[in-house]
């Protein structure tokens, strides 16, 4: 099916500019000129207030609120929690003349937006035309810092262009702000009030418990005589701003906010941190957190940054997806993760999916290591809700959720919740993959061992020995493909099932040899069993993989080759997304897939299977894959680039970069595809640079897309920072920074240092 992009932002290699202003593409803009540090994020809504169609969005990583499902079945979760919508901190309110400014009504010209990657900031301004005639022109920045995470920052610039006068103003916080899905604000006001210079209120979530304290600070070149304003789960300042034609003012609020989701914490405690955050924050200069801003992103931009000569769209879209999980994640707080939209919007109600270890980790793991583990850290925090869940559903072991913001299942539909059995492994695949290629088997040892040992114990009791075939395997369960429900052995949950087992054992027997303290601690910590070795060995051994020998493809599940045959390409384009088009259960009658199941293990353990194996199954699956996921596209432009099928390759890249940019799907209004945004990533680094991080070494087999003169891409290796660089004639790789390192090019072992090495392009390579 052909995605259709619907174009309205300038093309710049720096920045995100949109001119002129679309109420109907409003919330979409909203969603791409969003701001996060990690810590909190806001999406690009008006400030002053708009009645039009709008998504008001402020968002903190870890906050979230509890809504009851109903359901009374053993094993079905009863209860959910979801990302709440939080304090809008960016609360402006604009007259003159005692006329309101309101998008939805004012009239305006000369509107833009910008979003600054280089910077990090966002800067939207336009002319005012007031009713009277007066022409004032207004100019909004914002950030949101990405070294002081609780800081975010304000600017409001006006320049009256045919009168000299006033400008009234009431700045704030607001708890009122509605969270869509629920129809209502989850807060309630805990205290408020003012210090010397201080503005503050704090609130805490209706059911859970989870505390905000918000306060904020005023600069400006002119004296400000503001006056307090207080109502319900509000508090702010009013004041004027005297304007003289033809100059400049302005004033600029450094706000803090400061979170915890711990119930037990006293009002006094966080009241008291914010307080003393906020002091801190009375004492910065705006120029100062700009400066410091560029800072941190020139940073990221000298050691993450991708060039792509020929391919101007491609190259903007990159970058902001590059931006885009630097602003959702570098992990400065240990135990935060990655929902499937970020800090964006409220679509996925901030959830995280296994797509953090299967599409996200590869981006930090060879950019930002510490990020990296940090989201593994989040899995190791919230094993114990894990293991409870394991026993909600009669096993033993730990049994990962589907999606969740704080360990708990939060998936509302039990054919996900209870029958999706692959996030647990797509945990251990992370592990392993994260230890092979930075080494870290500190980790290992104290922390990622015991989830292997859990997550094992799960995998032994979820499974069973069929009958007739006397081989182990998974009944009752759906796969990555979620067109498939309550199949018997999907072939994906058993082979990593099958990888897991192995991967366990090995590192068992490793710290046994190596570090035998630290596994006896692990041991008595699991009450680990001799017997449960030999029994996970036996399941591994014995797990049956569906594999047609004759034609080489694995059947994605018992039955899969005999279910009704659908040709996709006749579905009429009307029709998508099937979801909200087909009846639910039709879905599942047909051997049409959502996205890679059997490809997806393919990808993962990339080096394990022949290059006649990855054609034969890639040429079965794609023509019955409809790429109802945004994860789809990525993995099979990978794999048809690594098997020759160049241009195919590029069609499926094609929009991969500018999903959001373009709103491919027509639903970026909701928020960012966060996690389709690293798979972006990986479609430039595993696909064209031909990428492979499951073998012994790291390997690379680079291709160039035709369409482009070149490209350059770097990553962390074992310490060492490679530069890679791709032209018509020539493949060069050099360690940038940290000494040498060897990888493998084309099939030969390279050592790569400072003084670089250059390759002919391979044979074939050019796409």
């Given at each position: 099916?052909?995605?259709v992009?619907?174009?309205y932002?300038?093309?710049?290699p ?6 002129g202003f ?7 803009s ?16 008006a ?15 870890g906050?979230?609120?509890q ?9 079905i979760?009863?209860s959910?929690?979801y ?15 005692e ?5 939805a ?8 937006r910008?979003?600054?990657l280089?910077?990090g ?5 336009f002319?005012w ?8 022109k207004?100019?909004f920045?914002?950030?949101v810092?990405?070294?002081?995470s609780?800081?975010?920052l ?6 009256p262009?045919?009168f000299?006068g006033s ?9 009122t702000?509605?969270?869509e899905?629920?129809g ?6 805990l205290?408020?009030?003012e ?11 209706l ?5 905000l304290?918000s ?20 508090i ?13 003012a ?5 706000v803090?906010?400061?979170?915890d989701?711990?119930a037990s914490r006293?009002e006094?405690s966080?009241?008291?941190e914010?307080m003393?955050?906020?002091a ?9 957190v700009?400066a410091?801003?560029t800072?941190?992103?020139?940073s990221i931009w000298?050691?993450s940054?991708i060039?792509i ?18 602003q959702?994640?570098?992990g ?7 929902g499937?939209?970020g800090l964006t919007g ?10 953090t ?7 930090y ?9 940090s ?9 114990p809700?894990?293991l ?5 559903v009669d ?6 959720p ?17 029958l999706q059995?692959h996030v ?6 992370g ?5 092979k ?6 980790f290992?040892y104290?922390?990622g ?5 859990q997550?094992?114990r ?6 069973q ?7 182990y395997?998974?009944?009752g ?43 006896a ?9 001799e017997?449960e070795l ?10 049956k ?5 004759e034609?080489?493809?694995y ?6 080759f005999?279910m009704?045959?659908i040709?996709?390409h006749?579905i ?12 639910y259960?039709r879905?599942y009658?047909y ?6 199941d059997?490809?997806?293990?393919m990808f993962?353990?990339?080096?394990q ?9 890639y040429?079965y ?15 099979h432009?990978?794999?048809a680039?690594?098997i020759?099928?160049h241009e195919?390759?590029?069609?499926f ?9 373009d709103?491919y ?7 960012l ?6 798979a ?6 595993y ?9 012994a070494?790291?390997?690379f ?11 350059s891409?770097?990553v962390m290796y ?9 032209n018509k ?11 040498s390192t ?5 099939g ?10 250059k390759?002919?392009l ?6």
């Open positions: 099916m052909a995605k992009a619907d174009k932002l300038k093309v710049d720096w920045a995100i500019i949109e001119e679309d109420p109907e593409r409003n919330r979409t909203e969603s791409i000129f969003s701001l996060g540090n990690e810590y909190m994020g806001v999406r690009g809504y400030e002053e207030g708009y009645s039009g169609d709008s998504l008001p969005g402020s968002y903190f990583n906050l979230n609120e809504m009851d499902v109903g359901n009374h079945y053993k094993g979760i009863r959910l929690r990302m709440v919508n939080a304090v809008d901190w960016l609360y402006t309110r604009i007259s003159v003349d006329e309101q400014l309101d998008l009504h004012s009239m305006v010209t000369d509107y833009s910008r979003l600054d280089r910077t900031t966002y800067r939207r301004e002319i035309h007031l009713a009277s005639g007066k022409q004032l207004i100019s920045t914002r950030l810092s990405m070294t002081m609780h800081l975010g304000q600017q409001i610039g006006f320049e262009l045919n000299s400008v009234n103003i009431c700045t704030g916080l607001d708890f702000m509605i969270h899905e629920r209502q604000s989850m807060w309630k006001e205290r408020s009030g210090a010397p210079d201080i503005t503050a209120i704090m609130a805490e979530t059911t859970t418990g989870n505390k304290f306060g904020f600070v005023l600069q400006s070149s002119q004296t400000l005589n503001t006056e307090l304003v207080e109502h319900d789960r509000f702010g300042r009013k004041f004027t701003l005297e304007l003289t034609q033809g100059e400049r302005s004033y600029t609020k450094l803090v906010n400061a979170t989701s711990n006293t006094d966080l009241w008291a914010g003393k955050l906020a801190a924050a009375s004492r910065l200069e705006d120029q100062e700009f410091d801003q800072s941190y992103w020139s000298a050691t940054d060039v000569e020929g391919d101007p769209e491609n190259q903007q879209g990159i970058r902001f997806c590059i931006f885009q999980l630097y959702t994640y570098h400065d707080h240990p135990g935060y993760n990655i499937a939209k409220e679509a996925y109600r901030g959830l995280a999916f296994w797509d270890e299967s599409y996200c980790l590869p981006f793991m060879f950019n930002n290591p510490k990020a990296a583990r989201l593994l850290e989040f899995r190791y925090k919230t094993l809700e894990a409870q869940r394991g026993k909600d096993c033993e072991g730990a049994f990962y589907i999606a969740t913001i704080d360990g708990t299942e939060s998936c509302d539909l039990w054919q996900h919740s209870n059995l647990g492994t797509a945990v251990s695949y592990i392993w993959h994260y230890v290629n930075t080494g870290d088997r500190e290992l104290s922390k061992a015991e989830m292997l040992i997550i094992s799960f995998y032994a009791t979820r499974g020995w069929g009958q007739r075939s006397g081989e395997g998974y009944f369960v759906m796969g990555p493909d979620e067109f498939q429900l309550m199949v018997n052995n999907n072939c994906y949950i058993n082979l990593m099932a099958q990888k897991l087992f192995e991967y366990t054992l090995e590192t068992i027997a490793e710290m046994k040899l190596k570090v035998p303290s630290e596994y601690a692990v041991a008595a910590k699991t009450a680990l069993r017997e030999s029994d996970w060995d036996a399941k591994r051994e014995h797990m993989i569906p594999l047609d020998t034609s080489g493809v059947e994605e599940h018992d039955g899969f005999d009704p045959h040709d996709i006749s009429p384009v009307t029709d998508f997304p099937l979801y909200s088009n087909w009846s259960d879905l009658r051997d049409m897939i959502k996205q890679p059997v490809l997806m293990f993962l353990y990339n080096g299977f022949s290059r006649e194996a990855k054609i034969a199954n040429e699956y794609e023509s019955r894959c409809i790429h109802e996921s945004s994860l789809s596209p990525s993995i432009s990978i794999l680039s690594e020759g099928k195919e390759a590029y069609n890249f094609e929009f991969a970069t500018r999903l959001d940019l709103n799907n027509r639903n970026t209004r909701e928020g595809h966060t996690t389709s945004i690293a972006a990533w990986m479609n430039i680094v696909g064209f640079g031909g990428m492979r991080s499951d073998g070494r790291l390997s087999q680079p291709a160039l897309p035709q369409r482009w003169t070149s490209y891409f770097q074992e310490g060492v920072l490679l530069g890679i660089v791709v004639d020539a493949v060069s790789f050099r360690a940038i920074e940290g000494g060897e990888v493998i090019v084309y030969q072992l390279l050592k790569v240092d400072a003084a670089g090495t390759l002919p391979g044979e074939g390579m050019m796409a």
